[in-house]
């Protein structure tokens, strides 16, 4: 089957308003812009994302954010965003934040078909008791509460039920891809970007540098080609730091 497409307008033609995305990076390190950009411009509405973060203001996923895109997110970290902030006060926005770790852990049950399982994360507080606002009605009140969650006992130690995560695609990043849908990610990109592959039912790759089946040695790879349906070559351009903090010379 052949994986690559000529642009990223291409492959994400198909994804449709209302569709879920888990999309890959941490902040704006290892994110598929391109592909985000590419969804911009072919204009679907009410997306259900599932990611780290949403992006910053006019970058990453808050370029979808900007222009109303989203309806629903599920994230673990979401201060860098001050349109985020508004549409989930003002009840544009449904929020789902989630530990870290175990958003992680969700994406990878997903991708092996672990529907469900239990963590300590969470336990004793509003994630296991319900209760965290996930959506506020515009003037201030909570229109949608996260449900309690099952809990259990295993050793002496208690644990709640969290359930994997599938979405409809997956958007990620890689730093050589071959055609075959094998990935390496360099360093920090290798972050969500490999969870975020496993949890779609069709996973879409921007890489910034396309290889021959072959080039790339078996042991290197950090993502294999089963989780991979389209890939598209975009080059090493148009990375983004989200927060520069550097001291001055002396």
Same mark, same amino acid.
């Given at each position: 089957?052949?994986?690559?497409?000529?642009s990223?307008?291409?492959?994400?033609?198909?994804?449709?308003?209302?569709?879920?995305?888990?999309?890959?990076?941490?902040?704006?390190?290892?994110?598929?812009?391109?592909?985000?950009?590419?969804l911009?411009?072919?204009?679907?509405?009410?997306?259900?994302?599932?990611?780290n973060?949403c992006?910053?203001?006019g970058?990453?996923?808050?370029?979808?954010?900007?222009?109303?895109?989203?309806?629903?997110?599920?994230?673990?970290?979401?201060?860098?965003?001050?349109?985020?902030?508004?549409?989930?006060? %003002?009840?544009?926005?449904?929020?789902?934040?989630c530990?870290?770790g175990t958003?992680?852990? +969700? =994406?990878? !049950?997903? $991708?092996? @078909?672990?529907?469900?399982?239990?963590?300590?994360?969470?336990?004793?507080?509003?994630?296991?008791?319900?209760?965290?606002?996930?959506?506020?009605?515009?003037?201030?009140?909570?229109?949608?509460?996260?449900?309690?969650?099952?809990?259990?006992?295993?050793?002496?130690?208690?644990?709640?039920?969290?359930?994997?995560?599938?979405?409809?695609?997956?958007?990620?990043?890689?730093?050589?891809?071959?055609?075959?849908?094998?990935?390496?990610?360099?360093?920090?990109?290798?972050?969500?970007?490999?969870?975020?592959a496993?949890?779609?039912?069709?996973?879409?790759?921007?890489?910034?540098?396309?290889?021959?089946? %072959?080039?790339?040695?078996?042991?290197?790879?950090h993502?294999?080609?089963?989780?991979?349906? +389209? =890939?598209? !070559?975009? $080059?090493? @351009?148009?990375?983004?730091i989200?927060?520069?903090?550097?001291?001055?010379?002396?």
């Amino acid at each position: 089957m052949e994986k690559v497409y000529s642009s990223a307008a291409v492959a994400v033609a198909d994804i449709a308003s209302g569709s879920s995305l888990a999309v890959g990076g941490f902040g704006l390190n290892g994110i598929p812009h391109n592909l985000i950009g590419a969804l911009l411009e072919a204009g679907p509405t009410d997306l259900v994302t599932v990611s780290n973060n949403c992006g910053v203001d006019g970058w990453g996923l808050g370029v979808l954010l900007d222009n109303h895109r989203i309806r629903r997110t599920t994230g673990s970290y979401v201060g860098e965003n001050k349109e985020f902030e508004r549409q989930y006060l %003002g009840g544009e926005l449904e929020v789902e934040l989630c530990p870290q770790g175990t958003l992680a852990e +969700r =994406l990878r !049950a997903g $991708g092996c @078909g672990i529907p469900a399982f239990y963590t300590p994360a969470g336990v004793g507080t509003l994630v296991e008791s319900g209760g965290l606002p996930w959506k506020y009605d515009g003037a201030g009140n909570v229109a949608v509460a996260s449900p309690p969650k099952e809990r259990r006992s295993f050793n002496g130690r208690d644990y709640v039920l969290e359930e994997g995560i599938v979405c409809d695609f997956a958007l990620v990043r890689a730093s050589i891809g071959d055609r075959a849908g094998n990935l390496i990610f360099h360093k920090a990109t290798r972050n969500f970007n490999t969870l975020c592959a496993m949890a779609g039912k069709i996973t879409i790759a921007e890489v910034e540098e396309l290889v021959e089946p %072959g080039a790339i040695d078996p042991e290197a790879v950090h993502l294999p080609g089963i989780f991979v349906q +389209r =890939l598209v !070559a975009v $080059g090493p @351009g148009g990375k983004r730091i989200e927060r520069s903090t550097t001291r001055t010379r002396r």
